[in-house]
């Protein structure tokens, strides 16, 4: 089933505001299926696709993906339920995480999860303590802090103090990292330096530097990696308008790249892991929003949208997941007036609430529908959904024109026992 056309596309938006009100998420599972392909054609042939949880964990969505044949990158419990209530064999999970819960580790091991990315000694012992406890083996590979290659792809490396894996110049804490540890064993090493890299060449580049670091620190602990997760990096258009880019090169490169680091790697060398969030959901998602309110204010506009930080980039200020830019559009027929700059804020009582302090808008007014393109990576996971209490955004699943299923989003909480 093909997307519909816009005309279609804007019928459909404004049937779902005015049946399931607004704020709302539409998710379109013909896009998450198409970024899917995109990604996988463009990644080496023998290469697997996790699919990390945290961008976006509705059913549907994680459904899709899986029944596409990505695997799960999970990191709580709560990822960890997701995934498999979408039916991914616990086979295909890895578990990952710099602070992992032994009550989380547990149960993850009784969902019968046996891949793991150990981050420190600390992680790793806990990894085999739950092991011990539960009479299960498992397998881990080792988080490393590689050094980054600089965003213009130059040979130049950077390396950044992280809490994430343990720092590749770090030689005896990764020599006993890499030898097993009662029932948990290590397979291999994970690295994972950036996100969202726009520029293909510096992606690559990322790659070639984790590589490295691998290759040395393999080579060093006499280990053959029987696993390699190299994390991800693909980059998406986030709450503003864009497409999906392609890397018509990206395979080639990395076949070059792991062929110079593992010889012959086809022939019984590492089976190779890629991580993706953002890339296979963002552009399946639309914000609908309504604008309440019109105002100035010292000589500048005020759109009031009943979305703000707490349905739409909430953790924008804490930099990498989104910036705070939202660019929506309105839905339907425009009048063709002139755009202006406004200010796009949310309705909650703190300053804080804005979503662009420079978005464009034509002839902004009260009752508007406008939709944000691109919110289907880090949208109500990444927001501050619990701050002031306003109900939280529905998401509207659809396939083609058919409205699978809305659901809103809510914060409960629940009694407690004390555990002793
Ligand atoms: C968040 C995360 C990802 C996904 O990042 P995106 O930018 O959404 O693709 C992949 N791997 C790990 C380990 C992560 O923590």
Partial sequence: MSRPDDADRASLLTRIARQYGTPAYVYELDAVASAAESLTADLPADG??????????HPEVVARLLAGGAGAEVSSSGELAAALAAGCPPDRIM?????????QLAQALSARVRCFSVESP???????DACGRAGVDAEYLVRLNTPRGSARGSLRMTGRPT?????????????????PRGRARPVGTHTFSASNVEDPAALLQEFR???AAVRDVCDAADLAPQLLALGGGFPAPMARPGTLA???DLAAG???????AFPGRHRGGPRILFESGRYLTATAGTLLTTVLDVKTSGGRTFVVLDAGVNVLGGMSGLGRLMSPRAQPAAVGASDGGEERAVTLVGPL????DVLNASARLVDPRPGQLLAVPNTGAYGPTASLLGFLSHPGPVEVVVEGARVRSARRLAVSSEEVAPRV
């Fill in 48 to 57: 697997g696709l996790l699919y990390s949880l945290k961008a976006n964990p």
């Fill in 95 to 103: 578990y990952t995480g710099p602070g992992k819960d032994p009550r």
């Fill in 122 to 128: 600390a992680d790793r012992d806990r990894l085999a």
């Fill in 163 to 179: 809490a994430f894996g343990t720092d590749v110049a770090n030689r005896q804490e990764i020599a006993a990292l890499l030898r």
């Fill in 209 to 211: 530097n984790a590589l």
């Fill in 246 to 248: 392609r890397h018509p």
């Fill in 254 to 260: 990395l076949e070059g790249e792991l062929e110079a």
């Fill in 349 to 352: 009582c703190t300053p804080l």
